[in-house]
């Protein structure tokens, strides 16, 4: 079908795997399989490199030496990218070929070949994605189920969409990394997976859910990525991850299930949703080979999809953003502890908008929504609202996602 | 910004338009503005031909002189395409220059070039789209609101989403030419609007949109295009556009207002949805500009996108396509009109999986849901049912969208 479409004639020439006796369900030509995998990349009969080792080493080096040999290389390592991406970016630079890399964010969907190109003129302001499958299955199950986290991750667990250590996709490891390729690409400017913020769904609890869920709003794990306004002339981003209130009729709410989505907001364009399969072999498979058959095409025709030039964001620390506030802590039922925690807000000036009281003695707990306040504030209320005595545990805090303008 | 993102330095060299005089609320330098578009085409200063007139002529004159002079074409102009794309397609393959149409099929939503890149390999199996923001918020209102057929289009008229004469939305004409457009190249199969089955959303009452709603469904206005099966090789196509219920939890279900989706299925990708403006001024800029960006850049490398080979596909008439149906029907409220009914399915094979009698004496109906059934035979069913004298008027027909296997 590749052939018929694209006149292109791809052959799997060498394939480099940890184990070469484990039983693969494929027939490969003698010769074909090894276990050195700087053989396959040094091959000369090898024209492109497609990796999906993952991690950073050996898949760095064997990415640096294909690109220093003028190979084409295609990738679905999200975390080799968030890390190194501006290293590998100015090899394929430097060489003219392809780095390619559809697969690393958002599995199937066609997200960073529609930012690279479709948008290359587009001024994106935001975009926001729930770009973890994991995550969003659990946060599925409890809202739609009332399911507790960890009966939602246990369950996530059996179904093989969490690890058994489920940390990097819980405490938003994964969804950091690709925050920082969506920023990289959706802003041009060169994003390290380090440089975002980052929050997971481990403190959620369903009472959360139900308060969002009685609010409007659904609770996603989101990765946004935002100009926040140019410092000199940079452009200056914020690059966050955590859990958001999505308002319930916003088209990221009904994003349910494992699937992936990523919301964009553009100058021109106006809002934009890419949805699909964002993990799984198939999906990944599918967009592997989009960018074969763009890297081996460009090849043939002596080209290839330029970078773009990415400079050096300005990354505005979470401290200095604006955001409505779900805040919800226990506290003594007795006369007078809203006034003194309505005073601790006021104090920092964080304004509420409404406020709720639920349940009664032991269980007694205030609900509150802020006006649009800056986070340094919040977290000064939250610090202080920590050390009244009428306040029991840790406050729990979500960020509302608000409309776009 | 273009510049800086991508080292390419654009200026629009000339600008045709049909009166000079109109203020346009740009600044152009002199000798730029003329009246006569093919001195645009014939300049050699002109790299990039961008098309934005629409109909059929002139542009298909203009667009077929700019490739034979080996000029890349950007186009909106689903019109030209959807009824002369072939010799555009094979025109620009001769030439070996670019032929980039993007903002033909849902404005600024990145679609054709997912459809001919990202899903390059992708075995397609059906595409869905709701492609006409027009219908979609009449639709919508009625939805939401109750509003009537008549009142709807009146306020989709009066925010400017509708034409005067709004036919070519309302009868599905502008979303038949956007399904060959999609079935084109999502099929890689040469499909004409002509072979197109189109029915609009005139018929389309409260009422069914009510019924529809208690039995979980939203009618939609689709555009179908859906691979049934190979026949000697070549791919067997269903391309068509009519209302459809669609089940409540289908992402195309929360497409609301006058947004545009397009909903894939393929075999490897799974389910996939893009979703955005599809249509106004600046969403179809965006798009354009993506275009120009890439094909100025081709143009300078000396490349283009392949147009990919376009077969003849055999295309399935609707009435071997198979679906569920909802039948809505006046009767006479009298006893045994129901055995009467039921026995008119019956004699054709199509069974029936629910049915409710709605109302009593003169406003009583039948609604009926079908199993699935070939369109042939509910059509003959539908024939008879007119013959009855216990029903009275025309029974209401919409087919149900099936979820992805």
């Known amino acids: 079908m590749i052939a018929e479409r694209t006149g292109l004639d791809l052959d ?17 030509a003698d010769g074909v399989l090894t276990t050195d995998p700087a053989s396959v990349v040094n091959d000369p009969g090898v024209d492109v490199v497609v990796e999906l080792i993952g991690g950073i080493e050996p898949a760095r080096e064997l990415l640096s030496s294909a690109l220093k040999l003028g190979k084409p290389v295609v990738t679905a390592n999200k975390d080799l990218l968030a890390n190194y991406g501006a290293e590998l970016y100015t090899a394929a630079d430097a060489a003219g070929v392809d780095l390619l890399f559809e697969a690393a964010v958002g599995g199937g969907i066609p997200l960073i070949r ?17 770009v973890n499958g994991t995550t969003n299955y659990i946060l599925s199950q409890m809202t739609e189920h009332g399911t507790g986290y960890h009966d939602a991750l246990a369950e996530a667990q059996s179904l093989g969409y969490a690890e058994r250590d489920p940390t990097a996709d819980v405490e938003g490891f994964d969804a950091a990394a690709k925050a920082s390729i969506i920023a990289t690409v959706a802003f041009g400017a060169r994003v390290l997976a380090g440089s975002v913020y980052r929050e997971g769904i481990s403190g959620i609890g369903p009472a959360d859910i139900a308060h969002a869920r009685r609010l409007g709003y659904v609770v996603k794990l989101l990765a946004i990525a935002e100009q926040v306004g140019p410092v000199e002339g940079k452009p200056e981003l914020a690059v966050r991850v955590h859990p958001a209130m999505v308002p319930g009729d916003h088209p990221l709410a009904s994003v349910r299930d494992s699937f992936n989505a990523v919301f964009v907001e553009g100058d021109a364009v106006g809002e934009l949703m890419l949805y699909g399969r964002g993990a ?18 460009n090849r043939r025709r002596g080209t290839c999809t330029p970078i773009g030039a990415f400079g050096e964001p300005v990354v505005c620390p979470i401290d200095d953003l604006e955001s409505e506030y779900y805040i919800n802590m226990e506290v003594l039922d007795q006369p007078g502890v809203l006034a003194a925690v309505a005073g601790v807000f006021g104090r920092h000036g964080v304004s509420i908008r409404s406020m ?13 929504i802020t006006h649009e306040a800056t986070e340094r504030h919040v977290q000064a209320t939250l610090g202080d609202l920590r050390e009244l005595e009428a306040v029991r545990g840790m406050p729990a805090l979500l960020r509302v996602v608000s409309q776009g303008s």
């Not at 020439?13 to 693969?24: G, N």
């Not at 009281?357 to 205030?366: H, K, P």
């Open 12 to 28: 799997v020439a060498r394939v480099a795997v940890r184990s070469a006796s484990r039983d693969r369900n494929v027939t490969l």
């Open 114 to 130: 529609s930012l690279r190109e479709s948008l290359a003129a587009e001024p994106v302001r935001r975009v926001m994605g729930i």
């Open 280 to 297: 799984g072999g198939r999906p990944t498979a599918s967009a592997v080979l989009g960018d074969l058959i763009d890297a081996a095409g």
């Open 356 to 368: 709720e009281q639920e349940g009664l003695g032991e269980q007694a707990r205030l609900v509150f």
